[in-house]
């Protein structure tokens, strides 16, 4: 099923891709990109898990792991920074991105756990 948080999350996913093929390939950079690579998509794959929940609590846990990879991404986009692998205007379009999606996570696992 694809909502609005599917879709951002998928989108997401494809820029970390290309970020990451960017950095393996012109910085020869492939251990902190790869942790990138792996929290980044690891999103929208929960995302994407969440929508086959059997329970309200299976949907809750599926958006809470997706929630702690946005922020797990969020730290490995600042450490790249950091590095001088990540160029500031890539590093703060990502970043927004992740903060968006982690925010839009945060609020509806409040909700969801709220109806229990």
């Known amino acids: 099923m694809e909502n609005n948080l599917y879709i951002k999350s998928y989108a997401f996913a494809v820029k970390i891709v290309k970020t990451y093929q960017k950095l393996a390939s012109s910085n020869k950079e492939y251990v902190l990109s790869n942790q990138l690579l792996k929290c980044g998509t690891s999103i929208g794959a ?3 898990e969440s929508n086959g929940s059997i329970s309200k609590a299976d949907f809750s846990a599926k958006l809470t792991i997706s929630y702690k990879e946005c922020l797990e991404t969020k730290f490995w986009l600042s450490i790249l920074k950091d590095t001088g692998y990540l160029d500031n205007e890539t590093y ?16 509806i ?8």
Do not use: P, W
């Open 109 to 116: 696992i409040k909700k969801t756990r709220n109806r229990f």
């Open 92 to 107: 703060t379009a990502l970043y927004s991105d992740a903060d968006e999606l982690a925010k839009i996570l945060f609020t």
């Open 46 to 48: 929960n995302v994407a």
